[in-house]
């Protein structure tokens, strides 16, 4: 028993005994067809070897699908972050009507429709209570919203990862984020890392926030690839 005993604390010192770190996935879906979606299961599948990963998705669970075979081990949730009341809904009703879309112009807009905070606290809620190490929001408007959620208090590392380019987000007429620069801006205050997928981009998105974060750049891979990817490369400059 003595030998056993001695055997148990230095397995508890060499760290065998340690809790299993936990990451989330933020995501509009990872349950269809898209690159997007591949590269996410490819990543969770990988780490899932060694950390217990979560994947929110929006996907329905009615016509999910798992097309790039998302592991067992990656438990899968499925949430509605912009699910709204009745009275969001009617604004982003009225917003339809051509002639009311000039209103999307305005960052205001866009706070009270997707990043109020009831929203934010409805997801600071949901997140918080799971306490993981670490929470990434795939691209454009869950990157916004968690950063904004993360201001409320969340003690979890709060990472950015961007798909697209720049201009795609930021510059599409009513889309992504369009007209939400200042809003990316404060929610990038609360990013402990932002992910995006080209140097260029990178670059862009630096003279976007200026020195608010540390962006890094992930590596681009071919498909596939059988061994685990190496996401993240240091932004150069």
Same mark, same amino acid.
């Given at each position: 028993?003595?030998?056993?005993?001695?055997?148990?604390?230095?397995?508890?010192?060499?760290?065998? @005994?340690?809790? /299993?770190? #936990?990451?989330?996935? =933020?995501?509009?879906?990872? +349950?269809? @067809?898209?690159? /997007?979606? #591949?590269?996410?299961? =490819?990543?969770?599948?990988? +780490?899932?070897?060694?950390y217990a990963i979560t994947i929110y998705t929006e996907d329905s669970p009615a016509t999910s699908q798992n097309p790039y075979n998302l592991s067992e081990k990656v438990h899968v949730k499925f949430f509605k972050p912009f699910k709204a009341g009745v009275f969001i809904k009617a604004i982003r009703l009225i917003l339809k009507f051509p002639i009311l879309k000039k209103l999307r112009d305005f960052e205001f807009t866009w706070y009270i429709t997707h990043y109020n905070p009831i929203?934010?606290?409805?997801?600071?809620?949901?997140?918080?209570?799971?306490?993981?190490?670490?929470i990434v929001a795939l691209s454009d408007r869950l990157s916004l919203l968690l950063g904004l959620t993360a201001k409320r208090g969340l003690n979890s590392k709060i990472i950015a990862w961007e798909h697209n380019s720049f201009e795609c987000y930021f510059r599409t007429p009513n889309d992504c984020l369009w007209k939400q620069d200042n809003l990316f801006i404060r929610a990038a205050k609360n990013f402990d890392e932002c992910i995006v997928v080209f140097d260029i981009v990178c670059f862009v998105y630096k003279t976007l926030v200026q020195e608010m974060i540390d962006f890094v750049s992930s590596v681009q891979y071919n498909r596939g690839q059988k061994e685990d990817p190496d996401v993240r490369k240091a932004c150069p400059g």
């Open positions: 028993k003595a030998q056993l005993s001695i055997l148990a604390q230095q397995k508890k010192e060499s760290g065998l @005994f340690m809790s /299993e770190k #936990r990451i989330a996935f =933020l995501t509009n879906s990872v +349950l269809t @067809f898209g690159g /997007e979606q #591949r590269v996410l299961a =490819l990543l969770a599948n990988g +780490l899932s070897e060694r929203l934010t606290k409805r997801l600071k809620n949901l997140l918080a209570q799971e306490k993981y190490d670490a």
